[in-house]
């Protein structure tokens, strides 16, 4: 006899005693790294999408994501192009945190600022023409001041030019998987080609945060003083104190409204958040607190499985052993709202009784996780032991078993 197909279900009751969740969500396929015509933005009036229903935002770009687990818990045309001003800067810090671990530049290296480094407008460091400043001091420059006179020494140093940086920059994100993003220049400086998106930007900041932790500290500066002047950072969750914000960029324009990427980490969890198109420094401020505050009271990650967690016992066909234990190959971490136990469901899906011969850590099946409120999840189950078949003589009387209906 054949064996035949189960489907085995695992409802939430059977898995409450468990500590919880999950698998980082689907990857979007890759997209052309110049951004498609853009279509019109979110009116800033309309909410934004969360697993728990819609929130209310003024924000016209809003993401916000888990660091750890990659669940997206507020969203709102996060994938539309954008204007990202300033918050552009981030993958211009990228690129020369990039070149300092590639043992292109030092920290401790001066650079010398041009005469166009020095004329640039917008908002600056006040480097002087002549000077040179170290390659510190200018990172510092372009993360606490916005410094779009820093990043053209850094874009002059690096390329010779402006023009080749901004190569560098498509390129690299481009390989970091930037499907949204295509710059223009090296400080956000407005410019209809100059876009990226919220999706993009979170995926920035994450990559900053895991790339180069030891570079990472400058975004949480408060303020810097050069050439006398002392100015303060202008991330409002740092400025204020939010309860562990810990940096990242700001952004402005007149065309892009005011902007924010920002992270927070309490105790396990650290959250990213961006916004973009909110109408004044005020607006951002508080939404960024209200917003943040939100993902940590109404979500915890749990922790569903352990590494190796055996989570069935699946009927072998012509095996050595009766049952092979199903396992996951990794801690399932997942992101879930409070409350999850009783909004939980879980499927447990393979094909049984399974056929021996079983190699341990052969992939089975699959547990899907779903719910109300809940990112869905597919985590793939694997062998936890191998299965030897049944040799000839033993296998004669369990087919006749099975053939009489005794089973296997």
Not at 77 to 106: H, N
Request: hydrophobic content about 40%.
């Amino acid at each position: 006899m054949n064996p035949s197909p189960r489907r085995a279900l695992l409802g939430a009751a059977a898995l409450a005693g468990l500590a919880g969740p999950a698998a980082a969500q689907p990857q979007r396929a890759p997209q052309s790294p110049r951004p498609a015509p853009r279509p019109a933005p979110a009116p800033a009036s309309a909410p934004a999408q969360s697993p728990l229903g819609p929130v209310e935002t003024q924000a016209r770009h809003v993401l916000m994501v888990d660091f750890e687990t990659g669940a997206t818990l507020l969203e709102k045309a996060a994938d539309t192009s954008m204007p990202p001003a300033s918050m552009s800067k981030l993958m211009t810090m990228y690129v020369v945190f990039d070149q300092i671990r590639r043992g292109r530049l030092r920290l401790d290296q001066p650079l010398a600022v041009s005469e166009t480094a020095a004329r640039m407008g917008g908002s600056r460091m006040f480097l002087e023409r002549g000077s040179t400043p170290t390659v510190e001091d200018l990172a510092r420059g372009v993360i606490v001041q916005s410094g779009n006179d820093a990043c053209i020494v850094f874009a002059e140093a690096i390329a010779g030019s402006e023009r080749g940086f901004v190569e560098l920059m498509n390129r690299m994100a481009r390989e970091i998987g930037l499907a949204g993003s295509h710059f223009r220049n090296a400080t956000g400086w407005p410019d209809p080609e100059h876009r990226m998106t919220a999706r993009d930007l979170a995926l920035l900041a994450r990559r900053i945060i895991t790339d180069f932790p030891e570079f990472y500290r400058f975004y949480s500066e408060r303020s810097f003083r050069w050439n006398n002047i002392a100015q303060e950072n202008r991330n409002p969750l740092i400025l204020g104190r939010f309860p562990g914000a810990d940096g990242l960029k700001t952004g402005h324009t007149e065309e892009a409204g005011f902007g924010l990427t920002a992270s927070a980490r309490r105790g396990e969890r650290r959250l990213i958040l961006v916004l973009g198109g909110l109408p004044s420094m005020r607006a951002r401020a508080e939404e960024s607190e209200r917003l943040m505050e939100w993902g940590f009271r109404e979500f915890d990650n749990v922790v569903l499985f352990r590494a190796a967690d055996t989570v069935e016992e699946a009927p072998v066909h012509l095996g050595e052993r009766p049952r092979v234990p199903l396992v996951v190959g990794q801690e399932v971490v997942a992101t879930l709202p409070r409350g999850w136990r009783e909004r939980l469901e879980v499927r447990l899906r393979y094909e049984a009784p399974v056929t021996a011969p079983v190699l341990r850590g052969q992939e089975m099946g699959r547990l899907e996780v779903s719910g109300r409120g809940v990112p869905p999840m597919t985590i793939p189950l694997y062998a936890g032991a191998d299965v030897e078949r049944l040799g000839l003589f033993a296998r004669i009387p369990a087919v006749a078993r099975s053939l009489l209906g005794g089973g296997t």
